[in-house]
């Protein structure tokens, strides 16, 4: 593994294989989020406050976790639709099964990360061992988690332990907002799996699967655990969700399979594997979240907040391929 | 899918070198592709599972396992039918329609709303609606095959589209009034059967003819198989592949229309329970989800069966939940034992070059 940069350095599709600094995608939707920032605060009342700070991360914050896990599985070349599923069965989960104990929000977080690794264990064996194709095998696994989520709660309700829907949700000293201390968390801990071999593996097996086996890459072993990490992602992304709206529902997590993928389309990771970063996914997240925030306070009717959300995935989508097709184009 | 973004033009030359010949010649000769073993005993299976199924029935309720509740099934499995008749459509090719819960739910609105009771209504209303309906699934194919966008993430788009446009024309509750003539698809009896049966039987029989008898359904065949073999032997790649979606959009239209026939009337959610059915009916069918396998005779009995199954289990009480539950197994159940018998198509990477 360790000569692995050598070994596919030569062949031609494997360019995306090292993590270069493509700040490209990042750096859009960041501009973009900014932009949107300006107008959002520029409609606010009061100047900007703690609390709009804890606002703006705390709504921000499930579906950037979500879409990070995304993240992990399309640059393996591969969609994991299984995200949906694993957020409501998460959610149900934590509002009947944690009780009230004083670890209860620690039980509920390893129980719903071990929930979620398990739904990407099954994904990554159905995909990477058995070489299912990924959209089949993870509409199955979300279809199974949202029948369970049903099971487990089948109306709304139920409520959480006040440590996560108070703390979880306040700020840390009363500066920091402790949602934005976990989205430095996630991303610290991007930045250094991008630098591992199975971050390199990772990006290697979306660029160019061949040669990404030819150079002795686990491929099955890296999509399998891609699949894993992805899960456990959704799972915490439940937990952040819950604490959020503090109480259950067996349909929570069916918005997130439109937005996590927008927010890894605007975050210019590429929909053909290989390039770009679980960063630009956050901030993705965030910018669609501020979205639906800034048409609210315009006035628009929320129909169109759907609308919109549609569009923006396509767009996103249609300018990232029209980039690739254009830097191709440059290349050759 | 993943195929999709590597289509014509875009991959590097030299790369439409690695062919497998024996493969990518099913179904680009002057003859139908043959049908395996396994794909013309696949639909006579799934009847007689059916049958069994039914005739067990009887035991749950005396009320099941009566001709009339046959023939309730049948009418009942005619949304399913024709929504999975579009999905195998997309599915032939390649690719996957997530949209047409929502598509199906537009066709629903734009009956009741449009042509309301008139009879003579009905002659441009059904036209007009199956027209505005394709037309969303042609622009899911154009920006799939034009643009390249990964199929599921197009019509995943463009179905939350289509809702929220239809939650906000119509505010939450369609207006409108259900048309009598529709009604009598299901209502009347012509020998003993309603309607809406001799449709499906047509609707049967024209698609067999699409996919097997004519070039278009070779084409679909070709594409499925391997799409750059078949651009090379002067397939219209891309025009088929919009025609399929476009066909899958109208499908669902059609399903709204006969859902409004049926219930008298239009609601938001009711297409909603059709997406996860049209996957399963096809992928149960023998349709391989990669493409370029299975045919509409076995589709339609995978939707019959899943009808029978869905009313017995509702019958029987079962949670919701468990219901969801087992749609998701008995897909991935069918997905595995296709999978099983072509083990060297895979599609989890980019398919291998040797």
């Known amino acids: 593994m360790s000569s692995l940069a050598n070994t596919t350095a030569p062949a031609p599709g494997v360019t995306g294989a090292r993590p270069r600094r493509r700040a490209d995608g990042t750096a859009i939707a960041a501009a973009i989020y900014a932009a949107l920032l300006a107008i959002f605060l520029l409609r606010q009342p009061g100047p900007l406050s703690v609390t709009l700070l804890e606002d703006l991360f705390n709504n921000a914050l499930p579906l950037a976790i979500a879409a990070a896990g995304c993240t992990l599985v399309v640059l393996t070349r591969g969609f994991d639709l299984s995200v949906a599923g694993v957020v409501s069965l998460s959610n149900v989960l934590l509002v009947t099964a944690i009780g009230d104990g004083p670890w209860a929000p620690l039980t509920g977080l390893a129980l719903v990360l071990a929930v979620g690794a398990a739904a990407g264990a099954v994904n990554g064996f159905l995909v990477a061992v058995l070489g299912l194709q990924s959209v089949a095998a993870t509409l199955c696994t979300t279809i199974v988690c949202s029948g369970l989520a049903l099971l487990v709660l089948d109306f709304p309700g139920g409520y959480v332990p006040p440590f996560m829907a108070e703390t979880l949700m306040g700020s840390v000293a009363g500066v920091v907002p402790v949602a934005a201390v976990i989205a430095a968390l996630v991303a610290i801990a991007w930045m250094v799996l991008r630098r591992t071999d199975l971050g390199v593996a990772m990006y290697a097996i979306g660029a160019d699967e061949h040669s990404a086996a030819l150079a002795g890459v686990p491929v099955r072993r890296v999509r399998l655990i891609a699949y894993c990490l992805a899960g456990s992602m959704y799972g915490l992304a439940g937990y952040m969700l819950t604490a959020l709206t503090a109480t259950g529902d067996p349909n929570a997590g069916n918005a997130y399979l439109i937005l996590a993928y927008a927010a890894v389309a605007i975050g210019g990771t590429s929909f053909a594997g290989g390039r770009g970063s679980v960063i630009g996914s956050m901030i993705g997240a965030a910018t669609l979240t501020l979205l639906q925030k800034v048409l609210f306070s315009l006035g628009v009717l929320s129909f169109f907040t759907g609308i919109a959300e549609g569009l923006v995935l396509i767009l996103a989508v249609v300018i990232l391929a029209l980039g690739e097709r254009a830097a191709r184009g440059a290349r050759t | ?354």
């Open chain 2, 1 to 354: 899918m993943s195929r999709i973004g590597s289509d014509g033009g875009a991959r590097a030359p030299g790369e439409a070198a690695s062919i497998e010949p024996p493969v990518a010649v099913r179904g680009i000769g002057p003859h139908a592709p043959p049908r395996t073993d396994r794909e013309r005993h696949l639909p006579v299976a799934l009847c007689a599972m059916t049958i069994v199924l039914i005739l067990a029935s009887r035991w749950i309720s005396p009320n099941f396992g009566s001709w009339d509740q046959v023939i309730a099934i049948l009418t009942l499995s005619s949304f399913v039918l024709v929504v999975a008749f579009g999905q195998q459509m997309v599915m032939l090719v390649g690719g996957l329609d997530l949209s047409v819960a929502s598509v199906m739910t537009l066709g629903g609105i734009l009956m009741f709303g449009w042509v309301g009771g008139s009879p003579e209504a009905l002659l441009w209303g059904i036209p007009a609606v199956l027209a505005v309906t394709a037309a969303v699934g042609a622009l899911n194919g154009l920006a799939i095959a034009l643009v390249g966008i990964p199929p599921f993430v197009v019509t995943l788009a463009s179905g939350i589209i289509v809702y929220s446009a239809a939650l906000g024309v119509t505010q939450g509750a369609p207006r409108g009034t259900a048309s009598e003539a529709l009604a009598t698809l299901y209502r009347s009896s012509i020998l003993g059967l309603p309607p809406v049966v001799y449709l499906l039987v047509a609707l049967v029989a024209l698609a067999l003819v699409l996919q097997r008898r004519t070039v278009f359904g070779r084409r679909l065949y070709a594409i499925g198989t391997s799409r750059e073999a078949a651009h090379i032997a002067g397939v219209p790649v891309r025009r088929t592949t919009i025609a399929c979606y476009a066909i899958s959009g109208g499908a669902a239209g059609a399903a709204g229309i006969l859902m409004v026939g049926f219930s008298g009337g239009a609601t938001l959610s009711m297409g909603q329970a059709y997406l996860v059915p049209s996957v399963a009916a096809a992928v149960i069918g023998g349709t391989s989800i990669l493409g370029g396998r299975g045919d509409f005779l076995g589709a339609a009995a995978g939707a019959v069966l899943l009808t029978t199954f869905s009313t017995i289990v509702a019958a029987l009480g079962v949670a919701e939940g468990w219901r969801m539950v087992t749609y998701g197994a008995v897909i991935l159940a069918a997905l595995l034992l296709l999978n099983t018998e072509f083990p060297g198509r895979r599609t989890a990477g980019r398919p291998s070059p040797r």
